[in-house]
């Protein structure tokens, strides 16, 4: 199979691009700096030139608090860019792995969300501009599968783009990351997310999957628990909670994606992240990030 990548340079494109390229031809587009996704005839040339049977959009500007004050690049880069995207893939007839997230649902219960659970009033603009892009690409093409994440850690992005990689290069510096202590979201780790989209892609099983580990985590208490992993001292991590931080885009206390679909529809478990977390911390240790 022939598959497209976008944001093949980010921390879960760069995972994909690798595990992919073992069994499949992979493509991947130019970086942002090459081409932006918005540009609706650069993006056609490429999926012509290509033609994929797949392409999996995992480009996106995803960080909270630039967004928040900058709902133009949130709209153009997230949800333009997949318009784009996905009007290519449905000219040449490709399918469309979209990358969506947790942002896309309101805090409104202590219950994990499931895939038969409607986003509705996301509360960042980030959220918004994602919620968006699915509704883009679910009115776009049938042979879509929106895959939600909810916060990712992995081995690949290096210090631009992984929060790990930049967690211990402060700890070798003596300086402490402050996390909130009341913040509870799911994790997956991207080695997870990649699985469920390597096993889906070569199926029709269209529709929305959730890719999340069991236990929902504490901002403050997933970085504690890298440090000690890692052998660290875990005082690096410095709690506060959400109203101390004061962060332009409102942070949820209670987010959880929970998948009812992933076991029954492509043979797949997502085991616990700290089980996960040790074995990306021996690999980040194997690439010099971690002494
Ligand atoms: N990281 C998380 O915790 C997380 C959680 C849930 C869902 N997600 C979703 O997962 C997907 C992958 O995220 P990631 O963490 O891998 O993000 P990332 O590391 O920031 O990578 C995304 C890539 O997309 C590129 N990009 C953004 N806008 C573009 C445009 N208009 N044209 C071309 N390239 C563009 C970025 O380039 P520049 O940086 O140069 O702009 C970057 O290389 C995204 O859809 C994100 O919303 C991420």
């Keep these: 199979m022939k598959i497209a990548i976008t944001g ?32 609706a005839s650069q993006v056609r040339d490429f999926v ?21 004050t900058d709902p133009e690049s949130a709209f153009h880069n997230n949800c333009v860019a997949t318009y784009v995207v996905a009007s290519a893939a449905r ?29 509705s009033l996301p509360p960042t603009i980030y959220g918004r501009s994602k919620y968006a892009a699915e509704l883009t690409v679910r009115r776009a093409l049938e042979k879509h599968y929106i895959v939600r994440l909810p916060w990712i850690f992995g081995r690949t992005g290096g ?8 967690l211990y290069a402060k700890v070798r510096d003596g300086k402490k990351t402050v996390a909130a202590s ?23 099983h269209y529709g929305v999957y959730h890719v999340a580990s069991p236990e929902p985590v504490s901002r403050a208490g997933f970085l504690k628990a890298a440090l000690e992993l890692a052998g660290k001292d875990t005082s690096f991590v410095e709690e506060k909670t959400v109203a101390q931080m004061n962060r332009p885009a409102k942070r949820v206390h209670y987010v959880a994606l929970r998948s009812l679909l992933l076991e029954p529809m492509l043979g797949m478990t997502v085991p616990s992240w700290r089980e996960r977390l040790a074995e990306i911390i021996a690999d980040l240790r194997a690439d010099g990030y971690v002494d």
């Design 182 to 204: 009341n913040q509870l979201t799911s994790v997956v780790a991207s080695v997870d997310a990649v699985e469920a989209i390597r096993r889906m892609v070569v199926t029709p």
């Design 8 to 39: 093949a340079k980010g921390l879960l494109g760069q995972e994909l691009a690798k595990t992919l390229s073992s069994e499949h031809e992979v493509v991947c587009f130019p970086g942002h700096k090459e081409m932006d996704l918005a540009d």
């Design 48 to 68: 012509a030139t290509h033609h994929p049977d797949a392409i999996i959009h995992a480009a996106a500007k995803r960080d909270l608090d630039p967004l928040e």
């Design 91 to 119: 000219e040449f007839g490709c399918s469309l792995v979209h990358i969506s997230t947790d942002a896309v649902f309101p805090e409104d219960r202590n219950e994990a969300y499931n895939e038969f659970d409607e986003p």
């Design 159 to 166: 210090p631009e783009k992984n929060f790990l990689v930049n």
